[in-house]
């Protein structure tokens, strides 16, 4: 029964009623019904009161179960069932009230290698799969205990059984290594199990152009670069069940997915592909397998740039290339594709929710949407110029047009990508940026190839730029050429922002950009991105046309190559991956103009820069900076593994952010902390005398 000010008044007697009635109409308001009497108004207060009592006593029923208890709760039954704490930190995919939810599931299937790889998922947020090397050690054979799996010689026939090999699902017996796998030196012996963790994530593109190189050949990538396809990682179920290749973001072999083209090939799996609008077989699964072939389509070796193994009647893949080829009697015209790409984190725009980042005073402004409102952004653009609003791309197209941004004083413009869309921009020439009297502009979740954005002194009328903010967010702006494995670095240095104008504030967040350029007295905030000039020897950082750019902070971000800044007002957690001039002209990797301003804390800084004093930056001294240096598995943008520091880099460098994380754009992954997390709750649940180690499968 609900107490409120109705049900307690009508519980009193009439007389009391009638009178307090008379009272609330004695002000000669005849029938004025919203009138109360003093004895309503009292009741107004107890029901207030008593509400809140009945809620504290619906709670107290509720604080006894670990779904639905308050916060407070949380640590007194998860004291209960002696529950370890983890160290929490921003973005944490676990809280610690499922981590007491879970306690007894793990404990009751305590041991068992299903029930690791869960824990293993539930603690890192990454994908996880354990290897029990007991079970993978040459024995010598026994006639009343055969085990014909467990042979000293590896039999090279069973060629998927091959492809596995040195990774975490090879099968294949070793005879027994006696180093410990805690170090992750030995693996194969009687007392060790392995946990493999995927740091890199498997992210799509859905329904997108497919790079044409001509009639038959076309790849997947939109900017036509061969790029390796990955697995979309399927679901498990259940506890019980220990995840196969097919449930972890692994790239996809040719041999593999030849021989199990149905795990990978159909509607919402890994690999699709339409042309001309419509699906290019017949609906059902048979006919849909049928009509595709899984080959190397790499380059010949004649260097006439032709591709080996083109089909003469199926459509042919190749997921290492990322290429397709189509058989010389069904050309398309128009070819889409859906297919997944590997990388670290939800940075530089994808398949990742990003409305948080969405200009909030926005939405009740007008909102054009491309192409359902304009076919075109330009068009777009000329509708809010004077009054501003958001520009918003609805699809993974590729927009191939000539665009200039101007926004009236005091408006704001924010061209972005729908959540969860990554849609590419080509545009016809550079990007000219231009706006009023405390004008703003925001690009959001765009990838922008063979272009820069530029904020030029004055706009096409000749009057002076006044544009107040620029802010870049969860973008790929390229410059003006495409990084490839076989380009050299000199074509890799072209600017992908250039700003001329002085006074403006210019903010990069969880983005990929080629070289800036910008005016000493402009002001640049960058954080969680990466700035990448091709080479630690080129010029990221710069003025345009001098030599110092604009006051600089910047956090949690890699920058590789030099740079030169009038003051590094800040960096932090930064890794800054320079080398020297190959000109000799500016001998310094890291430069500040002054060195009586600024703060640099937490950071690499490459020997030999000259900067204000650091605090607490690696190396510590000229001794050890050949030991402490990054490194990383992969500079070139488009792998898979770009700007992940290797196993092999040096602790001081993968934890030696301030809070113990690593330094550089994955900063807010927290890595040490989540593999922290999982030695911390290994001792629990291990079984007694077994030892784990910790690995990376990616």
């Known amino acids: 029964m609900s107490f409120d000010k109705k049900t307690l008044f009508e519980l009193l007697p009439a007389f009391i009623r009638i009178r307090d009635t008379s009272l609330a109409l004695k002000d000669g308001v005849s029938g004025d019904i919203e009138k109360e009497g003093p004895v309503q108004a009292l009741l107004a207060l107890v029901a207030e009161q008593v509400a809140v009592l009945e809620e504290n006593l619906d709670q107290l029923y509720d604080d006894q179960f670990i779904e639905t208890c308050a916060n407070w709760v949380v640590p007194y039954i998860g004291e209960l069932v002696a529950a370890r704490g983890l160290n929490t930190f921003p973005g944490a995919r676990f809280s610690q009230r499922s981590q007491a939810a879970n306690t007894i599931a793990y404990r009751r299937r305590k041991g068992t290698a299903s029930m690791l790889e869960q824990l293993a998922f539930d603690v890192t947020g990454w994908n996880a799969n354990v290897v029990e090397y007991f079970e993978l050690l040459a024995t010598t054979q026994y006639l009343n205990h055969l085990r014909p799996k467990n042979l000293s010689v590896t039999d090279l026939r069973p060629k998927i059984a091959m492809q596995y090999v040195n990774t975490p699902f090879d099968r294949h017996a070793r005879t027994a290594d006696v180093r410990r796998i805690e170090s992750k030196r030995g693996k194969y012996n009687i007392h060790h199990t392995g946990i493999f963790l995927w740091r890199l994530d498997a992210y799509s593109q859905l329904h997108s152009p497919a790079y044409k190189v001509d009639a038959a050949r076309y790849k997947f990538d939109i900017l036509g670069r061969d790029i390796q396809l990955y697995n979309m990682p399927q679901r498990e179920d259940e506890i019980t069940h220990l995840a196969q ?36 077989f017949p609906p059902d699964d048979a006919g849909m397998l049928s009509s595709i072939c899984i080959c190397n389509l790499s380059d010949k070796s004649d260097g006439s740039g032709d591709w080996c193994n083109m089909p003469a009647g199926k459509i042919a893949i190749d997921p290492v290339l990322g290429r397709i080829a189509f058989p010389p009697a069904s050309l398309p015209s128009v070819v889409q594709v859906d297919y997944h790409y590997g990388f670290s984190d939800q940075m530089s725009g994808g398949d990742y929710s990003r409305i948080s980042s969405f200009q909030p005073e926005l939405e009740k402004i007008k909102k054009i949407r491309v192409p359902e409102d304009q076919a075109s952004i330009s068009l777009a653009l000329a509708a809010l110029e004077s009054t501003g609003g958001v520009v918003e791309i609805s699809d993974n197209e590729l927009y191939v047009e000539a665009l200039t941004i101007r926004v009236a004083q005091g408006k704001i413009i924010e061209i972005r990508a729908a959540n969860l869309k990554r849609p590419a921009l080509l545009p016809a020439g550079e990007i000219s940026i231009t706006g009023g009297e405390n004008s703003k502009v925001f690009i959001n979740g765009l990838l922008i190839g063979h ?26 702006i390229l410059g003006n050429t495409i990084p490839t494995a076989d380009s050299p670095p000199e074509q890799q240095q072209q600017p992908a922002l250039i700003v001329e104008i002085p006074g403006v504030q210019v903010n990069i967040d969880r983005s990929i950009i080629s070289p800036i350029q910008i005016n000493e007295d402009a002001k640049l905030s960058i954080r969680g991105s990466v700035i990448d000039a091709g080479s630690e020897d080129l010029v990221a950082y710069s003025g345009p046309g001098t030599r110092y750019g604009a006051p600089l902070v910047i956090e949690n971000t890699t920058v590789i190559g030099r740079v030169s800044t009038r003051i590094m007002e800040l960096a932090s957690n930064t890794i800054f991956y320079s080398g020297t001039d190959l000109s000799g002209i500016n001998p ?17 800084i490459p020997p030999g820069s000259r900067l204000p004093r650091p605090y607490n930056c690696q190396p510590a001294d000229e001794a050890s900076a050949t030991r402490i240096r990054p490194v990383f598995n992969s500079l070139l943008y488009g792998k898979a593994a770009y700007c992940q520091l290797s196993a092999h880099c040096a602790t001081e460098i993968t934890q030696g ?25 290994l001792n629990e649940y291990l079984r007694f005398g077994l030892e784990a180690g910790i690995f990376y499968g990616s």
Do not use: W
């Open 245 to 280: 290749p097919v449930n972890v973001p692994m790239p996809i072999k040719r041999l593999i997915m030849r021989e199990y083209p149905g795990d990978y090939y159909g509607p919402g799996k890994s690999v699709m592909i339409y042309h001309d609008g419509a699906l290019p």
């Open 451 to 476: 272009s820069c954005l530029r904020l030029p002194l004055n706009d096409d009328t000749g009057a002076a730029n006044q544009l107040e903010v620029l802010g870049i967010l969860h973008c790929t």
């Open 588 to 604: 310094f990797p890291v430069e500040a103009q002054r060195l009586q301003e600024g703060c640099v804390r937490f950071s690499y």
């Open 657 to 681: 952010a301030d809070d113990g994380a690593e330094m550089g754009a994955f900063h807010d992954l927290y890595q040490p902390q989540r593999e922290m997390n999982l030695k911390t709750r």
